[in-house]
């Protein structure tokens, strides 16, 4: 074996060539990687002794897409486009041996490659529409002609990845083998193409290139997907206008297509969270000489919609679960709830039926503490009332285990009141998910002035098992994420007052991005909650509100009216008694530009996140942008409150 450049190695089995990548995590192909594979593979052609070459990599997976960390800085040779080129390009066989993931540029190269086998295990895909960007080193030439445009357009548009079986399908991979004998298959392949010296280039294939109103056709269907985002509409035309070209050309234009992407809003937006989503992994005092607790059995107190679906996020991930409530219908209930949702799961296709049985059947419904006794972990899931989740720490203190875990899963409240409940203070930590539990991305992870360090990384590791996104927040009224939503919602109950329409408003958010602006928001929460009729004064718009039974989606009535489908529309009634309360209080009302209204409900929020990060709540500015992105809807693509504040020049520098 011949070693190059300490990243190749150059192996020959018999008249075949051996090229393997070692680049770990992931084989990513930065410029390093791509020199060593341009250097070996020309090496492979000047070598007479060799007819024919097999591209493989070391490690848990082949090429996984470029190295991001060059995006956007000045260009170095070779480019990826250059290395495939060579690759496609060579009079001898050249096949690539696929395992783990060949994502982004590392499915562009093996489309460069003659030939491909794949393990069973693999898949495929061209996520760059992701980070705002379109494939850029032939891929939306190179796909199309060998899957077809309609599929080589919703992979590409979409983003998702495929598995070894559909891309065999397609006609992407040439074979798919069991995965210990991926090498040797590619290996004989290579073996048997060198006898006949064929080589199968993908830029020769003809393209079946449709008529100009499937394309047409195609972005009216995908309109509401593809929203204001300009990376799934410019793949379109990279296919549509690129395939009819000469592949030079069609690449070329391709490329600066690429080139002007990258230095696009939205893709310097979603790079940001790209990187922002690894960087809430890093934290102070964690680190690997921290262990971990082992944790394979969850207890949940609380059998309502959150108890239930935080149940439901454990069941899946493959723990048993203790489900505690106070009485028999509660519990029942509760338990009925969590089968609902894995029969949705079902449904949906998220789940086979005997995977949904199986963490039923990990399920415990019980009406006592004591059954706790052999949890790991507790999740108190009660009512948001300090006074009750302060007893229910103190009581399962008594029973847990002395190396149990016990967290809350409050959204507001103090978390080192509950620790101080126990004799375990170091053991307690906040595990605030978001709702619904089994779906939210986001966790919370509240770490009190004595947690101890692993308890945060077991935390830690927990939700990387539930598919969760763990954010470490400090310990304050509202943590991160509601702490600056509670400043939206006190600025856009302000701007009403003053004269903005509550339903511009939420056009205005909904037009950033969000899902849903904040009144739509809070109908769908209930405008009830923590509102009781005998307290009830008349004090604020949502009092006013109750008092009438506009209670939200729940009434048919709320800012909104609703229909029997729960369609919204503006209420004449409400904007009424919105004017009549201002006018009762004495607030000046005026006219709001769209503007104005964006900035009004949005800086103050941001100048919140700020003082987050002043104060240590937040480790880093990015963590904030993580926080809202995945809990509260906040449009990846404008990078987070805190990436748009800079970018706005809200912030100081």
């Not at 991005?513 to 009144?519: E, L």
Request: proline fraction near 6%.
């Amino acid at each position: 074996m011949t070693s190059l450049d300490g990243i190749a190695a150059l192996d020959t089995r018999g008249r075949v060539g051996v090229l393997t990548i070692n680049s770990p995590p992931v084989n990513a192909l930065g410029h390093a990687v791509r020199l060593a594979v341009l250097n070996a593979v020309q090496a492979f052609e000047a070598n007479e002794t060799l007819d024919a070459l097999v591209i493989a990599c070391a490690g848990r997976t082949f090429f996984a897409g470029g190295d991001i960390r060059e995006f956007g800085k000045p260009p170095l040779s070779p480019n990826l486009p250059q290395v495939v080129n060579v690759i496609e390009k060579s009079a001898k066989p050249v096949v690539a041996a696929i395992h783990g993931t060949a994502l982004g540029g590392g499915l562009e190269l093996a489309m460069g490659c003659h030939f491909r086998v794949a393990a069973q295990s693999a898949a495929c895909g061209l996520p760059e529409v992701k980070l705002g960007l379109l494939p850029g080193a032939g891929g939306t030439q190179r796909l199309p002609r060998l899957v077809g445009v309609s599929k080589a357009l919703d992979m590409m548009t979409s983003g998702e990845s495929i598995g070894a079986a559909e891309a065999m399908n397609l006609g992407l991979f040439d074979e798919i083998v069991p995965d210990h004998v991926l090498l040797d298959r590619a290996v004989a392949l290579a073996g048997e193409k060198a006898k006949t010296q064929a080589t199968r280039r993908t830029r020769d294939i003809v393209p079946e290139i449709p008529p100009a109103d499937d394309f047409d056709r195609y972005l009216t269907t995908h309109a509401k997907k593809f929203g204001k985002l300009p990376a799934p509409r410019t793949i379109v035309q990279a296919v549509r206008e690129g395939l009819p070209l000469a592949f030079e050309a069609a690449t070329d234009f391709e490329r600066t297509l690429f080139l002007d992407l990258m230095n696009s809003d939205e893709s310097m937006a979603l790079r940001h969270v790209f990187f922002a989503e690894r960087d809430v992994l890093k934290v102070p005092g964690i680190g690997s000489e921290t262990v971990p607790l082992p944790v394979s059995r969850i207890g949940v107190i609380g059998a309502g919609t959150m108890g239930a679906g935080i149940a439901v996020s454990a069941l899946q991930a493959g723990f048993s679960v203790i489900l505690v409530e106070q009485t028999e219908g509660a519990l029942e209930k509760g338990r009925n709830t969590v089968a609902k949702i894995l029969d949705r799961g079902v449904s949906s296709g998220r789940l086979t039926r005997s995977a949904a049985d199986a963490a039923l059947g990990n399920l415990q419904p019980s009406l006592q503490y004591h059954d706790l006794a052999s949890a790991d972990l507790i999740i108190e899931a009660a009512f948001e009332d300090p006074d009750v989740k302060k007893s229910i720490f103190s009581a399962i203190d008594k029973i847990a285990k002395p190396e149990a875990i016990l967290a809350t899963n409050t959204s507001y409240l103090d978390v080192d009141v509950f620790a101080g409940a126990t004799t375990r203070s170091e053991k307690v930590v906040g595990l605030h998910f978001f709702s619904p539990a089994n779906i939210m991305k986001l966790l919370e992870i509240v770490r009190g002035k004595q947690t101890a360090p692993e308890v945060l990384a077991t935390a830690q590791i927990l939700a990387k098992k539930l598919g969760k996104i763990p954010v470490v927040a400090g310990n304050a009224y509202g943590f991160i994420g509601n702490r600056m939503l509670a400043v939206r919602r006190r600025e856009a109950d302000q701007m009403i007052l003053a004269g903005a329409d509550p339903y511009a408003i939420d056009r205005i958010a909904e037009d950033f991005g969000f899902p849903m602006g904040p009144f739509r928001v809070s109908d769908l929460a209930g405008l009830d909650l923590g509102w009781t009729a005998s307290t009830s004064k008349s004090a604020t718009i949502r009092e006013c509100l109750c008092e009438l039974d506009r209670r939200g989606q729940k009434t048919k009535a709320g800012f909104y009216d609703y229909d029997h489908n729960l369609n919204p529309a503006p209420s004449p009634l409400v904007r009424k008694l919105i004017e009549d309360f201002s006018a009762r209080e004495h607030v000046k009302r005026r006219t709001w530009s769209d503007q104005e209204i964006l900035e009004g409900l949005l800086r103050p929020m941001i100048e919140e996140g700020q003082k987050i990060l002043d104060e240590g709540i937040a480790l880093r500015a990015s963590d904030i942008d993580v926080v809202w992105i995945h809990g509260y809807g906040w449009p990846r693509w404008r990078g987070g409150p805190m990436y748009y504040g800079a970018k706005m020049n809200w912030l100081p520098a």
